[in-house]
């Protein structure tokens, strides 16, 4: 059974920063391509950013760009979110999602949820002074 497990989330200042985890277990991470999400109270979900299967192609929400980073660690199954620079604005319920490469594309990804089938079950993550 494919299962997502986020960690990192937590509370920090305005300008500080994060790295979120999502470990897979069941599967490897080497043919999936992974999404970032994330939900703030009252929001709909938003794409933060993806890495497809190979690593090679990277897509970031504008509001992330040059603030946040995704990486994937095949050896340790894990990608990871850097979030640094952190606003208030980006409080919320994170999640990663993961779709296999024979559907997504071995080098490509998506910043549409609804192209992810299995998804983790959140880490909070609360900017505030």
């Known amino acids: 059974q494919l299962q997502l497990v986020e960690s990192g989330g937590g509370l920090v200042q305005p300008g500080g920063s994060l790295r979120l985890s999502c470990a897979a277990s069941g599967f490897t991470l080497d043919y999936y391509a992974i999404g970032w999400f994330r939900q703030a109270p009252g929001k709909e979900r938003e794409g933060v950013t993806c890495?497809?299967?190979?690593?090679?192609?990277?897509t970031y929400a504008d509001s992330m760009k040059g603030r946040f980073t995704i990486s994937r660690d095949n050896a340790k199954n894990t990608v990871y979110l850097q979030m640094n620079s952190l606003k208030p604005e980006d409080t919320a319920v994170y999640y990663c999602?993961?779709?296999?490469?024979?559907?997504?594309?071995?080098?490509?990804?998506?910043?549409?949820?609804?192209?992810?089938?299995?998804w983790g079950q959140g880490t909070q993550v609360t900017v505030s002074s």
């Open positions: 999602a993961a779709q296999g490469a024979r559907t997504m594309g071995y080098y490509d990804c998506s910043g549409y949820d609804y192209e992810y089938d299995s």
């Open positions: 890495i497809s299967s190979s690593g090679g192609t990277t």
